[in-house]
């Protein structure tokens, strides 16, 4: 049983900073992506960040320099996010698929948290 629990998530001003972190239990793929996605109230879920388990990332143009993934080696992931502007207000959730290197951007990953909610003014 996969189960990926996200935390971190606050409100905060304009130019902070947050750090996201999501505890994956039961996810035991050899091959695999992990990643963040985010929707905010009345706008598509859309995927801000993933690492695959080679390390290799991608990230959306909107975060590029200013959002950060990485895996610890318990698997925990998480998210390093910098200046955050207002349009970065959204829910944040976590994802995890069995996937081949290189193949992360997309739809269609198969485990999700239930969210943490990042609220910038």
């Known amino acids: 049983h996969v189960q990926l629990v996200e935390s971190g998530g606050a409100s905060v001003h304009s130019g902070e900073s947050l750090e996201l972190s999501c505890q994956a239990s039961g996810f035991t793929y050899a091959t695999y992506c992990m990643g963040w996605f985010r929707q905010a109230p009345g706008k598509e879920r859309e995927q801000v960040t993933t690492?695959?388990?080679?390390?290799?990332t991608t990230y959306a143009d909107s975060v590029k320099g200013r959002f950060t993934i990485s895996q610890d080696s318990r698997g925990t992931l998480w998210l390093q996010v910098n200046s955050l502007k207002p349009e970065d207000t959204a829910m944040y959730y976590c994802?995890?698929?069995?996937?081949?290197?290189?193949?992360?951007?997309?739809?269609?990953?198969?485990?999700w948290g239930q969210g943490t909610q990042v609220t910038v003014s």
């Open positions: 994802a995890a698929d069995s996937r081949d290197a290189g193949t992360c951007r997309g739809q269609g990953f198969s485990y």
């Open positions: 690492i695959d388990f080679v390390g290799s």
